[in-house]
């Protein structure tokens, strides 16, 4: 991230910015039925959002409606009241109790879309159109070109899935690359020392490249899954690079 140019509401806003072109695709291809469960997410999301950031006196972020919209495209298809249960699981307990966007482990959209498919095993999951997982490109781009991405992230994951064969076993597919993109590279979830972000996007590639070859189910689980796991580990490969940067200080100089 650029420093002394962006704070953290700008940096949710060049986010929010970002997703557009994912969302209009989306919405092209669900229709109706797309733009009510986003409308559902971001309005029960904001909700949760308003009441916390009230009793806080601090603004909205517009970090929140980029989960809403990962949230929408991700979540298993379970009723109304279950993605009302899910969207409100994610955004209080992934985020909001550890005081709002930026200051917790884990994306509130991971988090409500883990519930969903733990708590609702028999739901569907989503099946993107490969359209979407073009639209990241240019998101990614942008973000890139302000400096928001992480693109050590960006760069370990891509580095693994292509030499497992990305392209050619259809790894890289569109829910992939939307997790990858807006959750593994969530400058406010991903690993923060150099190495780490290596290794951060490196762990979520092998987990993809595990999951595909060992686990028969939607490319939408596969992501998210992997992107969990790959979040919680963020705090301890941060720590693992910090160690060897102190044992290569003390082999140096003693």
């Known amino acids: 991230m650029m420093r002394g140019i962006w704070n953290r509401e700008t940096v949710a806003l060049i ?8 969302a209009a695709t989306w919405l092209w291809e669900e229709g109706v039925t797309g733009g009510s469960r986003l409308l559902l997410a971001v309005i029960v999301g904001g909700l ?4 916390f950031t009230a009793l806080r ?3 909205p972020s517009a970090a929140g409606a980029v989960s809403a919209l990962i949230i929408a495209m991700l979540a298993p298809q379970v009723g109304p009241l279950q993605f009302v249960l899910g969207i409100s699981f994610g955004f209080v307990f992934g985020e909001l109790v550890f005081g709002g966007w930026g200051r917790s482990v884990l994306s509130p959209a991971v988090v409500a879309i883990m519930f969903l498919g733990f708590g609702f095993p028999s739901a ?3 099946v993107l159109a490969i359209q979407i997982g073009w639209a990241t490109i240019p998101a990614a781009l942008l973000l890139l070109a302000f400096g928001v991405l992480p693109w050590r992230v960006l760069a370990g994951a891509l580095v693994v899935l292509v030499l497992a064969g990305g392209f ?3 790894l890289l597919t569109s829910a992939v690359a ?3 993109v807006f959750l593994v590279c969530d400058p406010a979830t991903a690993a923060s020392t150099s190495l780490g972000r290596w290794l951060h996007g490196a762990l979520f590639g092998s987990l993809i490249v595990l999951f595909a070859a060992s686990w028969d189910t939607a490319s939408a689980q596969i992501a998210v899954s992997a992107a969990l796991l790959a979040s919680l580990s963020a705090p301890l490969l941060d720590e693992i690079a910090i160690a060897l940067w102190r044992a290569v200080r003390r ?3 003693g």
């Not at 949760?48 to 009441?51: A, D, I, K, V």
């Open 178 to 180: 939307l997790a990858l």
């Open 48 to 51: 949760w959002q308003g009441l």
């Open 251 to 253: 082999h140096r100089h």
């Open 124 to 126: 569907a999951w989503p």
């Open 15 to 22: 986010l929010l910015a970002a997703a557009l072109p994912v």
């Open 57 to 59: 006196a601090q603004p």
């Open 168 to 170: 050619s076993l259809d």
